[in-house]
């Protein structure tokens, strides 16, 4: 009994002093805050853009540990994402096969201004487009291009119930295109801004119209919420229509503007009947999860409205100087334009916007679109004293996080009496940066992901070229800290992050192959056989672990046109197949359980060419193999396929 | 008497549980599965615990040998054991029934617990013994040839009852609720057998005063 009471003295004691030390200072350090134990699973996706990767990563948070990249405008060896048969289609566009772009600006879906976690869009820079992604495959499902276009850059920012994503375009051009000369840019280039409508239930995308404004570079934009909603807000840059030597030419204006635009107005003009069609040229991309396959259908008619023609529905907000990042607050009130030659954050308010409208209060108009008073709609301006600031997030608790590009920094402040609470050096040039649900009318303020331009002396150096790094902050408290840094795949610009808890349970784990209605599959290894057709042989093959059937193929000939279909017969998570065969002019394949793909192989010379898995699928993944006999062109051999003879 | 007659009335009629609920349950779990797998033995046939397992055990199995788990068809228990079952609820019920009216003795409901727990000691022989050939009875061109320390090769016969470790996997067997149903069924049946024993002595008694 007396040992049990010392006992009980010494473990309370023991806990007594531990309890004092995680109350203390140095309780609770960073690495216990980003510190995801094995087994242990992650609080928050965040999907990063990859820049020029033109993919699309998948980060956990706090641990910035990467779980996947998604192929979504590039070519990806990796699984065979615009190499296989199926998936081709999906980099169609008016330009013929371009699989590349400078992805940039993903976003969630959102149902009454809050993250619902079905589909992630993003933006194709280069070659204007803008992809979905279903968030229960994380597979690109479709991509539209947009027409008229050039640099779509102020997209692809969604409605607050998914109605529109757009896509602005950064770089006006004329519409439609034409032989002109350059120098004559002022007043006959246009910039496009397109509302791509989305279906509500299968998300299906469509260009309901696309208004052809002015001929200024339409930067970032954002859509408003709440009383805001229905508007959606454009900043621009180069008011001054130069066309050479912009750094200094597109500069000279100590104010530019941000484009307010009132679309549902815009879009009750188009459902009476509005708008101009006008001949066009664009290619609309969709894979069916059911057929495993993608179609591209081209696209030859746009519907244009001239701004002009609904009054009412644009205006301009006098916004020092060159904004680049246009925020809207989870409100709905503040629109925040960010001068990136500026010091200061200018925030216009949506009250004082519609008040100035109702009182006609204009200080003049360009092209004939009327421009509001800046004083009238300003709301505050957040005198900060950093340089450069970029791109604005928000927390839930009425604070504003700010990234100042110049000085290299995350700025945060107070929404209303804009007054800065707190700043933390970045490393090094943020561009943009992410609060999970940030963009939505109920975002998660628990960390922020600060997305920097240059890497420097962060990590070990791997030649003068390093991957860019990413770092987060936690801002549950008064202060940020600055908790972890981790590096980012490609050129990341913006991300997108939600609850795990959002898109974990529903993460689909298999496709079922009773369900798979692609042409070529076969649902079982019986059904495995060998065609031909002219000089196109068609295989039909199935994948188990550890085989394929067949695997023993001959009668195949030079000059042949090859075709693989496999069929993955697992039904497991995460056990995929792979296939590749020597000589082929493409990349493997990587086949999910209960899917089909296709690949195409044109045999040059005469021999028995192995093939084999490249997905370590099991113990004998290394027998899982097979060859193709190869005659000469002018053969007899019939064909003929086996398994176990 | 009536109360022991509604007793193997009910009792009986429990085991019809056995055709909505499985009788048994074979787990496989091991740090690589998370989700382990699992089979429901049904008296009528096997299923996966999850949609996939038996075709996931299937796949795992054949790298040692072992057959692939039964069809129905593969297994003449699984078109005889309903009828079995089937038909002991029928007589179960119909004893209840006569002794309700008093035209069968107490002996009955005995007689068919005895006769009900000789069949489900045949039925567990019969299951031990599958168990046995499905553990050990090996494909002999199998990829994976394990041998115990001395030599003889390594059996793979999930336990019949309780927990064993197989290779890096933990197998457990427990009954499941049509096994309950069963259980409870013939704990009835026991009592009502007592209860008209119970009976049988008092009305005894009583004409003996
Ligand atoms: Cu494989």
């Known amino acids: 009994m007396a040992l049990i009471g010392v006992a009980m003295i010494i473990s309370s004691c023991g806990n007594g002093s531990n309890k004092s030390s995680s109350n203390g200072a140095l309780g609770s350090s960073a690495a216990e805050k980003v510190y995801v134990a094995p087994g242990q699973q992650d609080e928050f996706y965040a999907f990063l853009s990859g820049g020029y990767s033109g993919n699309l990563t998948v980060y956990g948070l706090p641990s910035g540990r990467m779980f996947k990249e998604i192929p979504v405008f590039s070519q990806f060896p990796t699984s065979g994402y615009g190499y296989s048969e199926e998936t081709k289609p999906m980099l169609n566009t008016s330009f013929g096969f371009v699989p590349w772009d400078d992805a940039h600006h993903p976003d969630i879906s959102q149902t009454n201004g809050e993250l619902d976690g079905r589909w992630i869009f993003i933006n194709g820079n280069n070659t204007p487009r803008v992809a979905r992604i279903n968030l229960s495959t994380f597979e690109t499902e479709e991509i539209i291009e947009v027409p008229n276009s050039a640099g779509n850059h102020s997209s692809s920012f969604i409605t607050e119930n998914t109605e529109y ?54 930067d970032l934009s954002h859509p408003g919420r709440g009383d805001s909603h229905g508007w959606f807000f454009f900043t621009t840059y180069n008011t001054e229509e130069a066309n050479s030597l912009m750094e200094v030419n597109s500069s000279q204006n100590d104010k530019d503007f941000i484009a307010a635009v009132n679309w549902k107005k815009i879009e009750e003009y188009v459902n009476n009947g509005g708008g101009t069609k006008m001949p066009a040229d664009y290619a609309h991309n969709v894979y069916d999860e059911g057929t495993h396959m993608g179609t591209s259908t081209m696209k030859k008619e746009v519907l244009t409205v001239d701004p002009l023609k609904v009054p009412g529905a644009v205006f301009f907000l006098p916004t020092p100087k060159s904004p680049h990042g246009c925020d809207v607050d989870p409100t709905g009130q503040y629109i925040i334009g960010n001068g990136k030659l500026s010091a200061d954050l200018t925030v216009h308010s949506f009250d004082k916007m519609i008040a100035a409208i109702e009182d006609e209060k204009f200080d003049g108009e360009a092209y004939g679109i009327p421009i509001l008073k800046f004083e009238d709609v300003l709301a505050g301006t957040v005198k900060s004293g950093g340089l450069g600031p970029l791109h604005t997030e928000f927390d839930e608790k009425g604070n504003a996080y700010t990234t100042f590009f110049i000085s290299s920094e995350v700025v945060k402040w107070k929404l209303g009496t804009w007054e800065v609470v707190d700043r933390k050096p970045t490393f090094y040039s943020v561009g943009h940066l992410m609060i999970p649900g940030g963009n939505s009318r109920k975002p998660f303020g628990k960390y922020v992901v600060a997305m920097n331009k240059i890497t420097k002396d962060r990590y070990l150096p791997t030649g003068p070229e390093m991957e860019h790094s990413a770092q987060i902050y936690d801002i549950s408290g008064e202060k940020m800290e600055l908790i972890y840094d981790f590096p980012t795949h490609g050129e990341p610009h913006y991300a997108a992050g939600c609850p795990a808890e959002l898109l974990a349970p529903k993460s689909k784990k298999i496709y079922r192959l009773d369900d798979n209605k692609h042409p070529y599959a076969v649902s079982n290894p019986s059904e495995a056989r060998v065609e031909r057709n002219g000089n196109e042989v068609h295989i039909y093959m199935s994948t188990i672990r550890s085989h394929f059937t067949p695997d023993n193929i001959e009668g195949v000939k030079v000059g042949d046109k090859v075709y693989f279909h496999i069929t993955n017969h697992e039904q497991d998570f995460d056990v995929p197949h792979g296939f590749s065969i020597i000589g082929q002019n493409t990349s493997e394949l990587l086949v999910m359980p209960g899917q089909t793909k296709t690949s195409i192989w044109e045999p040059k010379k005469v021999g028995v060419w192995p093939f084999y898995c490249t997905d370590f699928c099991s113990a004998l993944h290394q027998e899982m193999q097979g060859y193709v006999r190869v005659s000469p062109a002018n053969s007899d051999i019939e064909l003929s396929w086996s398994l176990g003879e | 008497m009536k109360k022991a007659s509604l007793a193997m009335i009910v009792g009986s009629a429990l085991l019809m549980g056995l055709f909505v609920f499985p009788l048994w349950n074979i787990e496989l779990g091991a740090p690589q599965y998370p989700e382990p797998l699992g089979i429901n033995i049904y008296i009528n046939g096997l299923q996966g615990q999850s949609e996939f397992d038996i075709q996931n055990i299937d796949g795992l199995n054949h790298y040692i040998g072992m057959k692939t788990l039964p069809k129905p068809e593969d297994m003449w228990e699984f078109s005889v054991f309903p009828l079995v079952i089937g038909g002991m609820v029928g007589f179960g019920v119909l004893f209840g029934a006569l002794g309700y009216f008093d035209k069968i003795s107490y002996h009955w409901f005995f007689g068919w617990f005895i006769l009900m727990t000789i069949l489900g000691v045949l039925g567990m022989y019969d299951f031990n013994a599958w168990l046995l050939d499905y553990g050990t009875n090996l494909d002999p061109k199998a990829i994976m040839k394990l041998v115990n320390p001395d030599g003889t090769p390594m059996s793979y016969k999930p336990p019949l009852l309780g927990h064993q470790k197989m290779l890096n996997f933990d197998a457990y067997s427990y009954p499941r609720l049509g096994a309950y149903f069963m259980f409870l069924g013939m704990c009835l049946t026991l009592i009502a057998g007592y209860l008209g024993w119970k009976y049988k002595k008092a009305s005894n008694l009583n004409y003996s005063t």
């Open chain 1, 165 to 218: 994503v757009v896509a602005g375009t950064r770089f006006s051009v004329p519409v439609p295109q034409k032989d002109m000369p350059i120098n004559e840019y002022k007043g006959n280039f246009k910039g496009a801004l397109t509302f791509i409508s989305v279906e509500p239930e299968h998300g299906n995308m469509d260009i309901k119209f696309q208004l052809l404004m002015p001929g200024f570079n339409y």
